[in-house]
């Protein structure tokens, strides 16, 4: 193979690899799950099927575990199929949030917490929702089995999809942890977990750990199984498949608010602070919620500098980010020296749980005595 064709080849494997790390327009979940899995969920765009409850102006899921509010883009005059929209916790909105000012919270407020608002994980909103005619698949593919759990638990069945690793590319909210073979089936805009089973057979040998190797087409046969909100498949057979006809989810909701990017918005010690004890710890808060994988040590780089700077490096640190607080604590292994200017920065790579990037930020302070 000539050097330009081995090119060709390098460009094409390099663009197939971005597609399938590209998250889809929707995810297909039940309520429950929704319910269970805020965090992830939030500001993603869904799809459940699932029964409304239209009471006046004030639709609702029912019989979940916390209240999800349905805000229709159009009333339906139908009352089954596919409920698609955008998924909100709004205990993580501030209120009046001018990005959302289109839509009317308090009947929601009033009627799920007594008028006030919310705390987070608490209730949930589905906004632009339209409701999708759109019969149950009686015949078991990764879709119908999220959508549809109960229909088909207990149930032996064969499905197709992408071999997408160990949740490399974030597919489900959770980790499963059944056995170190465990990996995600995905297709159309669903995907399962797969546990029990090594993605090993004839001519394959998959890494779940190696995003190299996901993209293949699988074959698994199994047990679909549930523990409350969290659904498996139990495998007991794999092969190579070939790519289905995929038959196109419809449209995707447009977006109904543009999230600015993340930003510090506080520290402490605070930038430009001087006489800070050695063996202080650094408290940096965000604005945003952050994807808690991405606030990694490797991400964080401290060094001594200014016209002082020690001969030394500064001492290791270890990092750890609180979903509670949206901040990230760092803290030394040993005293900083004393006396010497200290210079935080947060690198690229660090991002919002819906993939927005933190812009590079650093700041410096001053050791005392």
């Known amino acids: 193979m000539g050097r330009s064709a081995l090119l060709a080849a390098a460009v094409s494997w390099a663009t197939a690899v971005v597609l399938m790390a590209q998250p889809s327009g929707r995810i297909a979940t039940t309520a429950h799950m929704l319910a269970a899995n805020s965090l992830f969920f939030h500001g993603k765009q869904v799809v459940v099927r699932h029964a409304v409850t239209q009471s006046?102006?004030?639709a609702q899921l029912d019989g979940t575990s916390k209240p999800i509010f349905v805000y229709w883009k159009e009333r339906p005059t139908r009352g089954e199929g596919e409920v698609r929209g955008e998924f909100w916790d709004l205990g993580r909105l501030v209120e009046g949030d001018e990005r959302l000012g289109r839509y009317d919270f308090r009947p929601v407020v009033e009627s799920a917490n007594n008028g006030r608002w919310p705390g987070r994980d608490?209730?949930?909103v589905l906004l632009g929702a339209m409701l999708v005619d759109?019969?149950?698949?009686?015949?078991?593919?990764?879709?119908?089995?999220?959508?549809?759990p109960d229909m088909?638990?207990?149930r032996k069945v064969t499905l197709t999809g992408r071999f997408r690793g160990r949740n490399l590319y974030g597919d489900v909210p959770q980790g499963l942890a059944k056995s170190k073979w465990d990996f995600v089936l995905h297709s159309?805009?669903?995907a399962l977990w797969i546990t029990g089973l090594r993605p090993k057979g004839k001519d394959f040998d998959l890494d779940p750990g190696a995003r190299v190797d996901t993209g293949r087409w699988l074959e698994v046969t199994g047990t679909v199984t549930r523990d409350g909100p969290v659904l498996w498949i139990a495998?007991?057979?794999?092969?190579?498949a070939t790519a289905p006809a995929e038959t196109p989810v419809e449209i995707t909701v447009p977006s109904i608010a543009s999230a600015p990017p993340p930003a510090v918005i506080f520290s402490a010690p605070l930038a430009g602070e001087t006489d800070v004890p050695p063996t202080a710890r650094i408290r940096i808060q965000f604005s945003r919620d952050m994807n808690a994988e991405s606030v990694q040590a490797d991400r964080v780089r401290i060094r001594y500098t200014g016209p002082n700077t020690a001969a030394t490096a500064p001492p290791g640190f270890t990092v750890a980010y609180s979903e509670l607080t949206r901040s990230l604590e760092i803290r030394f292994k040993q005293p900083l020296d004393r006396f010497?200017?200290?210079?935080?920065?947060?690198?690229e790579g660090i991002t919002a749980i819906d993939g927005l990037a933190l812009p590079p930020w650093s700041m410096s302070i001053t050791t005392g005595g």
């Not at 759109?134 to 549809?148: E, F, G, N, W, Y």
């Not at 495998?235 to 190579?240: D, K, N, P, Q, W």
């Not at 010497?340 to 690198?347: E, F, G, H, K, S």
Request: glycine share 8%.
């Open 188 to 190: 159309a805009d669903a």
């Open 340 to 347: 010497q200017t200290v210079t935080v920065a947060l690198l």
């Open 235 to 240: 495998g007991e057979s794999v092969r190579l």
């Open 152 to 154: 088909f638990d207990g």
């Open 56 to 58: 006046g102006e004030l």
């Open 134 to 148: 759109s019969a149950p698949a009686a015949a078991p593919t990764i879709r119908s089995v999220v959508l549809a």
């Open 122 to 124: 608490r209730v949930f």
